[in-house]
């Protein structure tokens, strides 16, 4: 590993391991949350892009009784629908073959330029957006471009930061810890639709500058104070992974849980100064990362499991706005309780495999639950507020959930296989594949939900119990293999009792 990548006279200021490890969780968190920030204004601005213009009374400048006047063209025709799923798709698409490519880089470039650079360039796209409405831009082709840029750009958010929590973390309770870290989604849309909804009504343009401004501050913060690996800082890397000899001494499996207490040291392996490895590992090629056993099953439930999640993020509040006829304001804030459910999902989800071992059987069972769950929103989730808040915050738990803990704790889980033998430089790559194959499903979702839409909410939620479904019946081979790994352990037991 070369010489710390950051400033010496910045590292010079800051404590060892626990403050380094506190450090990275921090501008970690934050550095995604931004990202997030400025992802949900479009799903808040929608409803103000094409409202119900007979509301407001007749045209005031023809005295036509049309009913979208006060539109925003390209925005103002019957297919406006199928327009928000262009923008939603072009972001999208572009960000989910974004990502195939960008986990490659992200093992071969510094992460803390990668991760800055990419922030800078999502708050000048994000701000793009909204200058359209400064600039009087009425053409499709502007928001369309811009887009895309911005899903380019921001592939090189997840797969830095799940990188840099990597090295950081060891495996023990990653689950926990990354389930409460990734709670920065969830509190990135929650902010994205309080800043949105704040001048909406008045000005949407500003929904968008200013999630480009604070995504931007935030990039600059990463790129002077984080630190990439705790090679930099001589700190020890953490133990990715427990040993599995039959010799082993059980205190030893204790101490291996060690990177994950505040000193973030362990007993074992360590011998050697983190200075002086043998030979430099090579980064792990496309393949080689599918090759991981687990790589392409939650890639795969990734896929229908994030449909289902960004359908949401993209087409919540417009559904509040149809179905309980509330404003663009009102329902961007109620549309909040789903990511609420979210962090609480995600952190239970992380405690319950922690504890059981089994990541795919936690996810699986939060998927079956999620599909009734769905069901039950659409048709009785506006009966009141009460049960609106209620529906609103179990749905999100059991929708983000797995997603939370596959794009978190399975990620980086794989990353750190022990079949990788200690080569720490697949965990990009492998967290890029996961998620871009999610993505591919993000892409799906919104467009499939501004193509059934106009056929009726129903048949939008059957897709989504659909998606459910089906991710839970991908990982069922995996949960097998899960649930034989907890009955030998037992039937090894009772022989020893019998005996």
């Excluded at 069901?375 to 797995?402: R, T």
Aim: proline letters at 5%; hydrophobic letters at 45%; glycine letters at 12%.
């Amino acid at each position: 590993v070369e010489e710390s990548s950051i400033p010496q006279t910045l590292t010079s200021l800051l404590p060892s391991s626990p403050s380094y490890r506190g450090l990275t969780l921090v501008l970690t968190f934050l550095s995604y949350a931004s990202y997030h920030l400025s992802r949900k204004p479009i799903s808040i601005v929608k409803s103000q892009l094409h409202p119900n213009c007979s509301a407001l009374g007749p045209n005031p400048h023809n005295d036509s009784n049309s009913t979208t006047w006060c539109s925003w063209a390209p925005f103002d025709g019957d297919n406006y629908k199928e327009l928000f799923g262009a923008l939603d798709n072009a972001f999208l698409v572009a960000y989910a073959i974004g990502m195939f490519i960008s986990g490659i880089f992200g093992e071969r470039l510094p992460l803390r330029y990668y991760l800055s650079g990419g922030m800078v360039l999502s708050g000048l796209f994000t701000a793009l957006f909204g200058l359209g409405y400064f600039w009087n831009i009425h053409v499709l082709w502007y928001f369309i471009v811009v887009q895309v840029c911005n899903g380019l750009v921001q592939t090189t958010g997840w797969p830095a930061v799940v990188a840099c929590i990597g090295n950081w973390f060891g495996k023990g309770k990653r689950g926990l810890i990354m389930g409460i870290w990734n709670s920065h989604t969830s509190v990135g849309n929650i902010l994205g639709s309080l800043i949105a909804g704040a001048w909406v009504s008045s000005a949407w343009g500003l929904s968008f500058v200013v999630p480009g401004i604070i995504i931007t501050v935030v990039g600059i913060i990463c790129f002077f104070f984080l630190v990439e690996y705790p090679e930099d800082v001589d700190c020890n890397p953490p133990l990715h992974h427990v040993m599995t000899t039959s010799e082993k001494d059980p205190e030893a499996v204790i101490s291996n849980e060690g990177p994950l207490s505040l000193s973030g040291q362990s007993s074992v392996g360590h011998s050697k100064s983190p200075k002086e490895p043998a030979e430099e590992p090579e980064a792990i090629s496309f393949l080689g990362a599918l090759r991981i056993p687990g790589v392409v099953e939650f890639s795969l439930c990734l896929l229908f499991a994030k449909l289902v999640s960004y359908t949401f993020l993209y087409w919540l509040p417009l559904y509040i706005v149809n179905v309980a006829h509330f404003g663009a304001k009102e329902a961007g804030d109620l549309s909040t309780l789903f990511d609420v459910g979210g962090i609480l999902g995600g952190i239970f989800a992380g405690l319950i495999s922690d504890y059981t071992g089994g990541r795919a059987t936690t996810c699986c069972v939060m998927l079956v639950v999620a599909a009734p769950m769905l069901f039950l929103y659409n048709h009785v989730g506006q009966n009141g507020i009460g049960i609106s808040v209620a529906m609103l915050i179990i749905c999100g738990a059991l929708v983000n959930g797995p997603y939370a803990l596959i794009t978190t704790a399975v990620s980086a889980d794989l990353g750190t296989h022990e079949s990788l033998k200690g080569n720490a430089k697949a965990l990009s790559t492998v967290t890029a594949i996961i998620d871009g194959t999610g993505s591919i499903g993000a892409a799906l979702g919104p467009l499939l939900a501004g193509l059934i839409s106009p056929t009726g909410w129903n048949n939008v939620f059957y897709m989504l119990i659909a998606a459910d479904v089906l991710a839970c019946l991908l990982l069922a081979r995996v949960v097998v293999k899960e649930a034989r790994g907890w009955c030998g352990p037992m039937a090894r037991q009772r022989g020893y009792v019998a005996a």
